[in-house]
């Protein structure tokens, strides 16, 4: 899947794009929709505690097989386009995926601004000598995953599948162990304010 994505030359809407990526992750199996359906009512449910609060109504008749199905259908037309994707599943949808596949989908999504999606890590101001040692290794495993893309001098669709997932894999914690001295840093000078 490529970053930027356009339709007729104009960007593709995002509501398409999650859409679009969901259904290939989910391959349509229909135990994989029910399932990921189950889990996007329950992510729901928890960002929306108060039942006012929700616009998407779920069904929670207590005969599992039923509620299921028809949760499955609720969710898979919003996927489909067929009802109008509300921002207030959005989050729910995207958190139900797994972990890889959740931060592709971000990827996909922040490249559209022209911004990058990082896991943000665990800050301490503590310990800054063992984060350098942190950010020097992955700085180290970057430049080696980044080497072995680089050995015909180009990054292109020729690579290795798994040698570009381990470059962005190690790229991106290379940002995240960054990220953890920005945060300290902008926060000392908060301090001196």
């Given at each position: 899947?490529?970053?930027?994505?356009?339709?007729?030359?104009?960007?593709?809407?995002?509501s398409?794009?999650?859409?679009?990526?969901?259904?290939?992750?989910?391959?349509?199996?229909?135990?994989?929709?029910?399932?990921?359906?189950?889990?996007?009512?329950?992510?729901?449910?928890?960002?929306?505690?108060?039942?006012?609060?929700?616009?998407?109504?779920?069904?929670?008749?207590?005969?599992?097989?039923?509620?299921?199905?028809?949760?499955?259908?609720?969710?898979?037309?919003?996927?489909?386009?067929?009802?109008?994707?509300?921002?207030?599943?959005?989050?729910?949808?995207?958190?139900?995926?797994?972990?890889?596949?959740?931060?592709?989908?971000?990827?996909?999504?922040?490249?559209?601004?022209?911004?990058?999606?990082?896991?943000?890590?665990?800050?301490?101001?503590?310990?800054?000598?063992?984060?350098?040692?942190?950010?020097a290794?992955?700085?180290?495993?970057?430049?080696?995953?980044?080497?072995?893309?680089?050995?015909?001098?180009?990054?292109?669709?020729?690579?290795?599948?798994?040698?570009?997932?381990?470059?962005?894999?190690?790229?991106?914690?290379?940002?995240?162990?960054?990220?953890?001295?920005?945060?300290?840093?902008?926060?000392?000078?908060?301090?001196?304010?």
């Open positions: 899947m490529e970053l930027g994505n356009t339709w007729h030359g104009h960007r593709e809407p995002r398409r794009l999650i859409g679009r990526y969901i259904e290939n992750w989910l391959n349509g199996t229909i135990e994989k929709q029910s399932a990921y359906a189950d889990k996007v009512r329950e992510i729901y449910y928890s960002h929306y505690p108060d039942p006012a609060d929700r616009r998407i109504k779920f069904k929670t008749s207590g005969d599992a097989h039923s509620d299921l199905r028809e949760n499955r259908q609720i969710v898979m037309r919003r996927l489909r386009g067929e009802i109008k994707f509300e921002s207030d599943i959005e989050e729910a949808m995207v958190e139900a995926l797994p972990d890889q596949e959740r931060m592709t989908l971000y990827r996909l999504l922040l490249a559209r601004v022209g911004l990058l999606a990082v896991k943000i890590p665990a800050v301490t101001t503590q310990g800054a000598a063992q984060d350098l040692g942190r950010f290794r992955e700085f180290a495993e970057a430049v080696e995953a980044v080497g072995e893309l680089l050995g015909d001098g180009v990054i292109d669709r020729n690579d290795a599948p798994e040698q570009l997932q381990r470059a962005q894999k190690e790229l991106d914690d290379l940002i995240g162990a960054a990220f953890t001295y920005k945060v300290a840093i902008t926060a000392a000078r908060d301090q001196q304010s």
